[in-house]
């Protein structure tokens, strides 16, 4: 792995280089630096630790935005090396951070997994010892004031955090170009809910926003044009297929994969279809397809026409 680096986004207010954007808010009057997201694994969190002390600094917090793994997965090695550790998260994203067993349940749509059970997993559990407001407000981290913007739409109890240099931290709210020009079909649990976030987040004036997978950005209005582009297509795509061919969710998931040119392997095809639902609700929703029990199976399709 490269060295990882401390960069300044603006203030005191840093991101570390590499695949995943892990912020660092560094308090000068106290020498403590609060971890905005722990990073994946110990792997990665160490270096992260060693550029801080390099700078004479102790970190006493992590304040997470949301609760997929791949963004706690350092909580235990800053346990083990800083005691007195606080941990924030909000309440719903606090049942996986504590529990992540519970995680590869909601992208495992087979039954199974194909991936080996963590035989150490109470040795590495992380308890969150601080929640934070699902809703927009302040918060403090010793005497550090926060602001939390609730971003609800990626994963559930997501939020972002702005540091007092005005830099928005947002978690998986928005993905970085080169996720973007790789994926096609983007992981939000509530389509409406992200649109709501791209809404938010249009309308907000800071001086720099963070993408955990993209890094530090100045504006974010391309991205956002980008996602709801992407969004577009994939929901035409799902409907002009329905409406063509009723299908079941196996069926749809399928048609999907085939187009991606999805690798097929368990865990993404649990992605696959956890994404997929997603977006058939929302055709529900707005009367685009209907779905009923055929035969046994659940089957999705055209609206009958009107009379």
């Known amino acids: 792995m490269a060295r990882l680096e401390l960069i300044e986004v603006a203030g005191n207010s840093y991101v570390v280089s590499g695949k995943y954007g892990i912020g660092v808010y560094l308090d000068r009057s106290s020498k403590t630096a609060v971890c905005i997201d722990s990073g994946p694994n110990t792997t990665v969190i160490e270096k992260v630790c060693a550029r801080i002390s390099d700078r004479g600094y102790q970190i006493l917090a992590v304040v997470h935005t949301h609760g997929h793994a791949v963004n706690h997965g350092g909580n235990p090695y800053l346990i083990k090396r800083f005691p007195n550790l606080r941990i924030y998260a909000t ?19 087979s039954g199974g997994s194909d991936t080996k059970p963590d035989e ?46 005005h830099v928005l931290y947002c978690g998986d709210a928005l993905f970085g170009p080169k996720t973007l020009n790789k994926q096609d079909l983007l992981f939000f649990d509530d389509l409406k809910a992200a649109r709501r976030s791209f809404k938010k987040l249009s309308m907000m004036k800071l001086n720099a926003y963070v993408l955990y997978h993209g890094g530090p950005y100045k504006t974010v209005t391309g991205l956002i044009n980008r996602h709801l582009t992407l969004m577009k297509d994939t929901s035409t795509f799902l409907e002009e297929w329905i409406h063509e061919q009723p299908s079941t969710l196996e069926q749809v998931v399928q048609k999907v994969m085939k187009k991606y040119a999805f690798e ?38 055209k609206p009958a026409p009107n009379t």
């Open 91 to 109: 309440h719903l994203a606090s049942y996986i951070i504590e529990n992540p067993h519970l995680e590869p349940l909601v992208f495992d749509a």
């Open 120 to 165: 150490n997993k109470e040795n590495t559990r992380a308890l969150v010892t601080d929640y934070l407001p699902s809703t927009d407000g302040i918060f403090h981290v010793h005497t550090i004031p926060f602001k939390i913007v609730s971003l609800p739409g990626h994963s559930p109890g997501m939020v972002g955090i702005i540091t007092p240099d």
């Open 264 to 301: 097929d392997d368990l865990h993404r095809y649990g992605l696959t279809t956890s994404i997929i639902r997603s977006y058939l609700k929302e055709l529900q929703q707005e009367n685009r397809i209907v779905a009923k029990v055929d035969n046994g199976l659940l089957l999705f399709s």
